[in-house]
């Protein structure tokens, strides 16, 4: 499985463990028996089960989860040449064989959720044998139990069968484990989520950008309708609803951290923690996301830096002419979302591009910015509880929480939703997760748990091939022949793991 990743990644943090052979513990040397002593301890493994999200979300989930769907695509950039990294999981050409894929950004989304897993491990296998508050230890163990239950909760999404690692690997055979089937996942995201969701404090308590009590239901709730049991995230979503630990912002646009503002806000359940600034806690989202070639002084109006840059390049994550049609007349979030910008030296014959607004946070430094990205909002569990009601033909309750979703994106004096039959709604439901949660990296596996990603990708796939000039293309250039080719439902295991392991 991954050897490499795993273990380099424990042998980092100094926890690795000692045979169970030895009868003297070595004092000299940093191991889960010298470094797992005191509550510290474990607030500094806990901490650094975190650390991957930064990487994760930064750089590769929304390849991932937005890029790979018909709501972005890439900016077309002929002067810089491909960047076929990125273009093949837009374009639906990743290079898979056997169930096994090169791609680098596969493979790195792949690897740092295993950095997770394996710290929360180190924590979960060692934290019940050290004595010390028991209050703290339980708010630590859930935290240790959420992120191994959301890193293998995005595996399965991605993947499908993933090896199931629960202990610590101490050794390269350990490392290479049978892959579990998604059953058997599912089963033990449940189980991590529960058990995080007793031992979490709640919102108002926790340390700001912990995971809380409200975050582990979340993910419950999440999981509930990937496996279509619909009266659990009904009864999970309502739960999180009535705790009233959580609210829409009254602004859609406030719900969305500035680089030094508004982080953890009211209508925030769970974000990755971002800083700007030299202590290596920051990002830079918004030029993962922009046109290329972009001047300084195209670019300042939009990141409002005091020493802009100019950027070439290939760009990421452009809204779709799909997307962009998705909105509706009057709707409040389009211009929230979604910004344009005119490139001068762009070999387009319209320059005009729009780019994601939602991430484009005013901050100091060029390329360093700090605003926190969205992975659970308030504003989704809403959407939750009325899909999970729809499905139970509960059309009529479902509005109730479709409609504030809603009466936040339109303002005073706009008609709610009336309608109840199942099959509309549904629809209705799912256009507005669409449009409420875009650029969020949700579509891709909406699409895929609810059985429309091979005929809605096919659909834009040869909307794109049709017109290329409308998805970013300049006149004359075209798609590559292998575009849209490949519309897996998950991705292939990283090709470079299989070579650590028997079992891929």
């Not at 949660?437 to 005929?455: C, H, I, P, S, Y």
Request: with cysteine.
């Amino acid at each position: 499985m991954t050897t490499r990743v795993i273990i380099t990644c424990l042998i980092g943090l100094g926890l690795t463990s000692c045979s169970k052979n030895l009868e003297v513990v070595p004092q000299t040397s940093l191991s889960s028996a010298t470094f797992f002593t005191q509550e510290a301890d474990f607030k500094q493994a806990v901490n650094a089960a975190y650390v991957p999200l930064r990487t994760i979300y930064n750089n590769f989930d929304w390849l991932l989860g937005e890029m790979h769907s018909d709501n972005t695509y890439y900016y077309r950039n002929i002067l810089f040449g491909a960047t076929e990294q990125q273009e093949n999981i837009a374009d639906f050409s990743l290079p898979t064989s056997n169930g096994l894929t090169t791609n680098t950004n596969v493979r790195d989304e792949y690897r740092n959720f295993y950095q997770i897993i394996a710290r929360a491990n180190q924590v979960l296998a060692t934290i019940d044998k050290v004595e010390f508050d028991a209050a703290s230890k339980s708010n630590l163990k859930g935290q240790a139990q959420f992120l191994r239950a959301f890193a293998y909760f995005k595996l399965v999404q991605y993947f499908g069968k993933v090896p199931l690692h629960l202990t610590p690997v101490t050794n390269r055979q350990e490392a290479a484990a049978q892959l579990a089937s998604v059953d058997e996942l599912y089963k033990q995201i449940e189980s991590d989520a529960k058990g995080a969701a007793q031992g979490l404090l709640n919102k108002a308590k926790q340390e700001p950008g912990r995971a809380t009590s409200g975050a582990a239901k979340t993910l419950l709730a999440n999981l509930y309708l990937v496996q279509k049991r619909w009266a659990d995230a009904e009864a999970i979503s309502k739960e999180v609803i009535a705790s009233n630990e959580y609210s829409l912002m009254p602004n859609y646009a406030d719900a969305f951290s500035g680089t030094n503002s508004n982080k953890n806000n009211a209508e925030s359940v769970f974000e990755v923690q971002f800083q700007e600034g030299s202590a290596g806690y920051n990002g830079n989202l918004i030029y993962r996301f922009l046109p290329l070639p972009i001047t300084a002084g195209e670019l300042q109006p939009i990141t409002g830096t005091s020493n802009p840059q100019g950027l070439s390049g290939e760009g990421n994550n452009a809204p779709t002419p799909d997307l962009i049609a998705a909105y509706e007349a009057g709707d409040k979030r389009k211009d929230a979302s979604i910004a344009y910008v005119t490139l001068s030296q762009s070999l387009r014959d319209n320059k005009v591009y729009p780019y994601i607004k939602k991430f484009a946070a005013p901050h100091a430094q060029h390329n360093n910015t700090g605003n926190n990205w969205p992975v659970y909002r308030f504003a989704e569990v809403l959407l939750f509880a009325a899909e999970a009601l729809n499905e139970q033909s509960k059309g009529a309750e479902a509005l109730t929480y479709l409609n504030r979703v809603r009466d936040r994106a339109f303002g005073a004096g706009v008609s709610p939703v009336t309608v109840t039959g199942q099959v509309q709604l549904r629809d209705i439901i799912m256009k507005e997760r669409r449009v409420e949660l875009a650029f969020e990296n949700k579509r891709w596996n909406d699409l895929v748990r609810t059985g429309k990603a091979v005929e809605v990708i096919t659909a834009y796939g040869n909307r794109v091939k049709a017109n290329p000039q409308a998805y970013y293309y300049p006149a004359g250039n075209v798609p590559p022949n292998n575009a849209f080719t490949n519309i897996d439902l998950v991705y292939g295991l990283p090709a470079d793991e299989a070579a650590l392991s028997p079992y891929f």
